[in-house]
């Protein structure tokens, strides 16, 4: 989602500037706050919802940034590269 990956931008905007930062611990805490278990009549009722599943907010929004897939050493034919051609760029 656009709001997701926008504050996912200025997260990593702001992380540029801290020594130190602990990239590992910012991006596991992200998948952590959004971990789920549905059941497939829940699952399924969210097709319909505005909002992206929880593994979206997730995946699709990491995907698009250089610092994730950078500091994780992902490269083309890993699961969550995503070519640049098709990342959304957010700022």
Do not use: C
């Amino acid at each position: 989602a656009g709001a997701d990956m926008g504050g996912m931008r200025a997260m990593l905007l702001i992380a540029a500037t801290k020594k130190d930062f602990d990239y590992d611990t910012f991006f596991r805490s992200l998948a952590d706050v959004w971990f789920t278990k549905q059941t497939l009549q829940k699952a399924y009722a969210q097709i319909n919802n505005e909002h992206p599943m929880s593994y979206l907010r997730v995946n699709g929004t990491l995907q698009q940034f250089e610092e994730f897939l950078n500091f994780y050493g992902i490269t083309e034919g890993d699961g969550m590269y995503l070519a640049p051609e098709d990342r959304v760029a957010i700022w």
